[in-house]
């Protein structure tokens, strides 16, 4: 059969895939004989594009689903996209802009048309990218949060809530982001680290004319909404301005001095300006002493009528000018820069601005103690563990969620306002017209004397019931899909998302289902440049995904993301990598392109029993540390372990023993068992190598219609012979010890050279002989009692072999090389010994570490001497 000789991904992938789709291998039902297994996708915005952080997961979750599949499991995974509030709003809004159409001259109704238009059109973008990875996702499952049956969840589940008494409308200091014109949470506000400046300011004591108080602020076009200046009690500088006031500068106008201990002596001047309007802390402060609060900027970040100077202008133009009429009037002190944090919107990049605003908050800390507990008490397990610290301290000081936002594209929030400002809340504007009826009294009330709150709710209201709203489990609790799936197995995700998603949807799982959502959550890391910043598009330092599919390959892509990529440990991205991954695909394919290319005769005799032997016990403990591995969501080292099975055991060793000579047939039974060997090879590649593996168990052997690699069954553990594994390892190093010698004498490899063993331990090399003379091209190999006069020799296993030279030597270059390795190898068993000589070390160390070392010290001693031996013949 003809074979190409370089594996082309570009021909193969998109075959296979579509093939896979087309045969329904992705697809899933609930079958009552089959255990589930169920992923839901973290479900990306409809607004992203495929990048790196995506590859990973994604090829995460696959490398878990392709598993299941073929261990016999009915296996789900969800596919879906996110509808993302407040980047999607900027993005239509964007759009608009550039045919010249403002939000603002539009209704609801009109700008809620353009933006499912632009979603439409947009927003699958990212999952036919992770087709291109091989992503087996139940396709005619996607899902996406605001269709119809979502959306109704959601509101069902803000109804519930309110009724229950866990949401509530309230004034509340809140992140602002003025760019995107709303709120948001505390998970969606970016800190950067910055140099910012303090400004030192003169406030003038009222009746003391020329007596003035300094006060420190990074925020001097704040001072219009003062509304006191604290000071601490024990603060001997300030006792005498006890009772005082002092005048805003510029303005003029009198605010009080106050006393609390929460201002810091050392701090600053120790004097502090409050602004209850514009600071969380100064805001609690406003409400212990009762005082009035000033709101000075409006939605968009500019100052409005209240700050009486510098209306109109933008928050920070507002800033350079408040600091030039301070200093022209005296009352600038001095400036100071000092490093800072700057809290910026994730969507917007705007800076936050801290303000009170009338929202709807949901109450967190009852439905947060049995999400706590599911974790700490490992009914949930976060890989790695390290996390579970984070995750205790987060929902043991969890704060209420700021639920609503300023947007339309969303949720509408189901409140609906009376003629008087009260208001009720209902699934439907005809049960809020009931219900506002009962509540009025008054029977004559219209829908149309009804008014919707305008604002929508946060995304992550949706996506925190993804896992049960994916199974419609609240249109109907108690369907086959959510009996069936519910609870998922594993969730995959990023450690920044852990607590505003993943512990929002334990927490819905509890509230909800009175259950968990999952059972594991695997934590990926970043994925960062060699400088160490995370990868993206605004710093230029992130390759596209799909260019690297198309140059190196979908597989290669997929294990070369793999290979340094531990659970919660940040992944250093490196092209190399991705080009190893490549090298791998085209490894396979050689070795299949090796034992496809032999004639085999069926008279011959098998003369590799003991290869074969060898490789299967290889394999078979192989696939126990893949599956330990797999068990502790040890992605990476399973792939690891994969690979040196493969490319060393496989490839670089057993074919090598087993391959016949040029042009010569294969007997029967070592083709047929090296064809089985490399099937259970493309069974445990699969998960990490679809494409390829898939290739080559169709190249391998005419295949019926369903047979293929995605649903054929994962190996089984089985026993193996650890004695032959050990002992071949020994007999690899005696070939590479060989080869060594071929390599610093600049022999030949097809010169043949004869070898003697002197044995000296309990190691049987009679089975192994023809596979030592075939790999290291031996005339001869022969046993002898005592040293072999002019051999190069070396120790093995505490076993001396000998290579007779023949005269080919250069005495002095050999005798130079033996004095190095004599003295490199004293330094070794002197370091060895030294550790055995502390007790410490003796008592303290496990027997296993401690006959270990023991070992180490034998075999230099026995080096030590056979060394010296060689010396003393030359």
């Not at 510029?250 to 009080?256: D, F, K, M, T």
């Not at 450690?495 to 993943?502: A, M, N, S």
């Amino acid at each position: 059969m003809s074979v190409s000789t370089k594996y082309n991904p570009r021909e193969v992938e998109q075959k296979w895939f579509d093939s896979w789709m087309q045969r329904g291998f992705f697809s899933s039902k609930p079958n009552p004989k089959k255990e589930p297994y169920t992923i839901v996708i973290p479900p990306p915005n409809v607004t992203g594009v495929l990048h790196m952080g995506h590859m990973l997961n994604n090829t995460i979750q696959d490398v878990l689903i392709r598993r299941a599949r073929m261990q016999g499991k009915e296996a789900c995974w969800v596919p879906g996209t996110d509808h993302a509030s407040i980047a999607t709003e900027a993005k239509v809004v964007a759009m608009l802009k550039e045919k010249g159409i403002e939000k603002s001259d539009l209704t609801r109704e009109e700008f809620l048309k353009h933006a499912w238009e632009w979603k439409e059109k947009y927003g699958g973008i990212i999952l036919e990218q992770l087709k291109k990875l091989g992503a087996s996702c139940d396709w005619d499952r996607t899902r996406f949060t605001m269709e119809e049956d979502m959306s109704a969840a959601v509101i069902e589940v803000f109804v519930d809530l309110y009724r229950k008494g866990k949401i509530y409308r309230g004034v509340r200091m809140v992140n602002w982001d003025p760019k995107g014109g709303t709120a948001l949470s505390d998970e969606e506000v970016i800190p950067k680290d910055t140099m910012a400046k303090m400004y030192h300011l003169q406030y003038e004591v009222v009746g003391q004319e020329g007596q003035f108080i300094t006060i420190a602020t990074s925020r001097p076009e704040t001072i219009m909404a003062d509304v006191a200046v604290a000071v601490n009690p024990n603060d001997e500088r300030y006792k005498q301005l006890h009772g005082q006031k002092v005048r805003i500068p510029l303005l003029g106008r009198e605010i009080p001095i106050i006393l609390d201990e929460y201002v810091s002596i050392d701090f600053g001047t120790g004097a502090l300006k409050v602004t209850p309007a514009h600071d969380l802390n100064d805001y609690e402060l406003g409400q212990k002493h009762k005082l009035p609060t000033i709101d000075i900027l409006d939605d968009a970040g500019f100052l409005n009528e209240k700050a009486q100077l510098y209306v109109g202008q933008d928050r920070f133009a507002a800033r350079r000018n408040i600091v030039k009429d301070l200093e022209e009037a005296g009352l600038l002190v001095k400036v100071e820069e000092y490093a800072s944090v700057l809290q910026t919107s994730e969507r917007t990049g705007a800076v936050i601005e801290p303000r009170l605003s009338m929202q709807w908050f949901c109450k967190m800390d009852d439905m947060a103690k049995p999400a706590k507990e599911a974790v700490m008490e490992d009914e949930i397990r976060l890989h790695p563990p390290k996390f579970k610290n984070m995750y205790r301290s987060w929902m043991e000081n969890i704060r209420d969620w700021c639920i609503s936002r300023q947007l339309w594209w969303g949720q509408q929030i189901p409140a609906y306002y009376l003629p008087d400002g009260s208001y009720v809340v209902a699934t439907t504007a005809e049960e809020a017209l009931r219900l506002a009826r009962q509540q009025a009294g008054n029977e004559g009330l219209q829908a149309s004397d009804l008014r919707q709150d305008e604002d929508v709710l946060d995304t992550w209201f949706s996506s925190w019931l993804w896992p049960i709203s994916v199974f419609n489990g609240f249109k109907d609790p108690d369907n086959k899909d959510i009996l069936y799936y519910y609870p998922t197995n594993d969730l995959v995700t990023a450690p920044e998302i852990l607590f505003f998603w993943v512990a929002r949807m334990i927490m819905a799982g509890y509230e909800f289902r009175n259950e968990p959502p999952f059972k594991n959550v695997y934590l990926t890391g970043i994925v960062r440049d060699a400088q160490g910043r995370k990868m993206s598009k605004q710093l230029g330092n992130s390759p596209d995904p799909l260019d690297l599919i198309d140059q190196y390959g979908a597989d290669g892509v997929r294990t070369g993301m793999l290979f340094s990529s531990q659970a919660g440990n940040d992944l250093m991205f490196d092209e190399k990598l991705i080009e190893q991954g490549r090298n791998f695909s085209n490894k396979i394919w050689n070795a299949f392109r090796l034992i496809k290319g032999w004639e085999v005769d069926e008279n011959l005799p098998c003369p590799n029993e003991t290869a074969m032997k060898w490789y299967e016990s290889r394999f078979n403990e192989a696939f126990v540390q893949i599956e330990d591995h797999f068990s502790k969501f040890r992605i990476s080292d399973a792939l690891l372990a994969v690979y040196k099975l493969v490319w060393d055991d496989f490839c670089s060793n057993y074919l090598e023993m087993i391959k016949p000579a040029y042009q010569q047939p294969i007997d029967a039974r070592t083709l047929v068992t090296t064809i089985d060997f490399l099937e259970k090879n493309l069974k445990v590649l699969h998960p990490f190598m679809p494409f390829i593996t898939e290739e080559l168990w169709h190249e391998l052997k005419e295949r019926k219609e369903k047979e293929y690699l995605i649903v054929a069954a994962w190996p089984k553990k089985d026993k193996f012979d650890k004695n032959i594994i050990d002992q071949m390892e020994v007999v690899l190093k005696v070939v590479a010890a060989i080869r060594n010698v071929r390599n610093s004498k600049n022999i030949p490899n097809n010169k043949q050279l004869a070898l003697s063993v002197k044995v000296m331990g309990q190691h049987d090399y009679e089975p192994f002989l023809p596979i030592i003379s075939k790999l290291g091209n031996m005339s001869e190999i022969s046993f002898v009692q005592e040293n072999l006069e002019g051999a190069i020799s070396f120790v093995e296993a505490g076993d001396e072999f000998f290579i007779p030279m023949d005269g080919n030597i250069d005495v002095e270059a050999e005798r130079e090389r033996l004095v190095k390795e004599l003295e490199y190898t004293q330094g070794f068993l002197n370091s060895v010994a030294k550790k055995l000589s502390n007790e410490r070390f003796v008592n303290g160390a496990p027997e296993a570490v401690i006959s270990n070392e023991r070992k180490k010290q034998a075999d230099a001693e026995a080096k030590i001497k056979a060394l010296e031996q060689s010396l003393a013949s030359l």
